[in-house]
């Protein structure tokens, strides 16, 4: 017998987003992803200073607003065909990543760990025993059995209270939960401390940005910051060294933490290796720029076709034909006028809103594709393609996981197709998340050296010529590729449209009828109780879903929300 499951919303996620799957025999055998909020930004932008763009994007969400500010920038100085100063490119990687690693931990530990770990088992472990495996699995100094002892006693109390707060509504004693009381108990240990070090992160881009979420120091042509190496009131080496010490902290957690907890947790779930799987065409894209034009980059991007490494095609540079001409998006599918694939400078944003149609109009977020193909981005795609192009970083700390999967789970072998999965995508974030911190701190030194030669430029003002022009930015974000289009006529914006990475992956079925990552990914999903459909959520959840950058809202009754008087 059919059964139609609806999850509305999924929650733990940013923004609206509703999954309907079909299950038959117990397992999925159709899904639908629909994003339930109208973006309407890009008609906001059309006549505005392109200059301004970026303060406007990165309302996008509350989240990932960073990405949405550089990316902006990048569009617009792609189309005036601008360098930018080599200290305002470190100013700018140094953000990004920085957020990149706050965004990494706080998606495992605190969005989506509790699919996988059951926090009340966690009551009947015995610390001792949470303390030695932890230990054998890193130096991490709050791992000791007088920490643990702790974090069960407070989370006792907390459960005699009757009120579970961030615990309530989870799937405690689920039949697809499996991990004995000691790792739940080590697991909500380090999510307790993951709340206190995850804010090193958000402390570096407040402290260059001028604040988080929402930084206020990026600019088309550079960056706003002056640097000198003693002025109080600008950056200097002591805000420097300020920075360089939350970098060690975070560093210290992440390589002896988080990097070690998904893998040892996965090895609990490697059956979650079969599935998940879905898009198997992989997109990411260069970032980092080290050079004024951004020709030369700290990390790679390309795409591969089918999960076949030999495949692999390099995205060179900022300027690269191969990524600007092989964009599209179709609204076959999506609440938006129009059935054609369009390329994003001729992208329209125009709602059509008709309810939810299976075989018609269900999302408002539009089906994107790379030369007509499907393709799912974020640390999966960014792993795999940086493996791929020989990226020795990647290699080696995706050897490690695969180490500690082979340690804990008592198993020799460990295929890199195991990756195409939804446990998988968990490990590619953890192992994204250290070669984060490696160019973390590779771009801290490179700009403490640039400063300490004499360069302190950080901005190239521009110049917008007559006529039109048209320009893309991109950036690998935390949730995977993001791009940026704008087309500016006579010094104003004519059209922008963004296809960000959950446009890329919670997009509905395209021009030709193909499903996308999150659909696809559904696909043969077990589901062991109709009624709490626990393994929907651990397969949508490993993709990050950040909705809101994907779509906005509208009213269809057309009553007024809110009144916003734009200066």
């Known amino acids: 017998m059919t059964t139609r499951i609806t999850v509305d919303p999924i929650t733990r996620i940013e923004g609206h987003l509703r999954i309907d799957v079909e299950v038959d025999d117990g397992k999925v055998t159709k899904a639908w992803s629909s994003g339930q909020m109208w973006r309407g930004i890009e008609k906001i932008l059309v006549g505005r200073d392109p200059r301004e763009a970026w303060l406007y994007t990165q309302r996008f969400c509350g989240v990932c607003t960073t990405v949405h500010a550089i990316t902006s920038v990048r569009a617009v ?4 065909q601008m360098e930018v100063p080599v200290n305002a490119q470190l100013v700018r990687n140094i953000i990004q990543t920085a957020h990149a690693i706050q965004d990494h931990i706080v998606h495992f530990y605190h969005l989506s760990a509790v699919d996988w770990v059951d926090v009340v088992s966690a009551l009947d472990a015995d610390p001792k025993a949470t303390a030695k495996l932890a230990e054998s699995l890193s130096d991490w100094h709050l791992n000791g059995p007088h920490e643990m002892k702790a974090v069960q006693d407070r989370l006792k109390a907390f459960v005699n209270t009757g009120q579970l707060g961030p615990f309530a509504s989870g799937f405690w004693g689920h039949p697809a939960m499996k991990l004995p009381p000691e790792v739940n108990l080590l697991a909500v240990a380090h999510y307790l401390q993951a709340l206190d070090i995850q804010n090193h992160a958000n402390k570096i881009v407040a402290i260059l940005g001028g604040k988080s979420p929402h930084i206020q120091n990026v600019a088309v042509g550079g960056i706003s910051n002056s640097i000198s190496h ?17 970098i060690d902290k975070l560093e210290h957690f992440v390589k002896s933490t988080y990097m070690t907890d998904v893998p040892a947790i996965g090895a609990f779930y490697l059956d979650w290796t079969g599935y998940g799987g879905g898009v198997t065409n992989y997109l990411s894209v260069p970032d980092c720029p080290q050079d004024t ?7 790679l991007g390309g795409f591969i076709e089918n999960g076949d490494l030999s495949t692999f095609k390099e995205i060179k540079n900022f300027n690269d034909p191969y990524f600007r001409d092989g964009v599209a998006e179709s609204s076959k599918h999506a609440w938006y006028e129009g059935d054609e694939a369009l390329h994003p400078y001729k992208g329209e944003t125009n709602p059509q809103y008709t309810d939810f149609q299976d075989d018609g109009q269900y999302s408002w977020v539009k089906a994107p594709t790379f030369y007509g193909k499907r393709a799912e981005v974020g640390p999966l795609a960014n792993v795999i393609t940086n493996v791929a192009a020989g990226e020795p970083r990647y290699t080696q700390y995706l050897n490690d996981s695969i180490g500690v999967i082979k340690s804990v789970g008592g198993i020799s072998d460990v295929p890199l197709t195991a990756l195409n999965s939804t446990i998988g995508r968990h490990a590619a974030r953890a192992i994204r998340c250290g070669v984060m911190l490696d160019v973390l701190n590779d771009q801290w030194t490179k700009l403490v050296e640039n400063v300490a030669s004499g360069d302190t430029d950080t901005f190239n003002a521009p110049v917008f010529p007559k006529g039109e022009i048209e320009g893309f930015g991109f950036h ?12 500016i006529e006579d010094a104003k914006i004519k059209n922008y449209q963004a296809v960000v990475p959950s446009t890329w992956n919670a997009g509905p079925r395209d021009a030709d009828d193909q499903p ?12 062991a109780d109709p009624e709490n459909p626990l393994e929907v959520l651990r397969t949508v959840h490993s993709f990050d879903p950040c909705i809101a950058c994907a779509i906005h809202m509208v009213d269809t009754e057309k009553k007024e929300i809110v009144k916003v008087k734009a200066l």
Do not use: C, Q
């Not at 003693?230 to 360089?244: F, G, H, T, W, Y």
């Not at 996308?516 to 589901?527: A, R, T, V």
């Open 77 to 80: 100085e792609n189309a005036l």
């Open 293 to 299: 034009k951004g020709t030369k980059f700290d990390t």
């Open 230 to 246: 003693d002025a109080p009131s600008v950056l200097n080496i002591e805000r420097l060294m300020l920075i360089k010490g939350f």
């Open 516 to 527: 996308g990552p999150y659909e696809s990914s559904l696909m043969d999903n077990p589901i």
């Open 476 to 487: 690998e974000a935390p949730r995977g590729t993001l791009s940026h289009w704008v087309v």
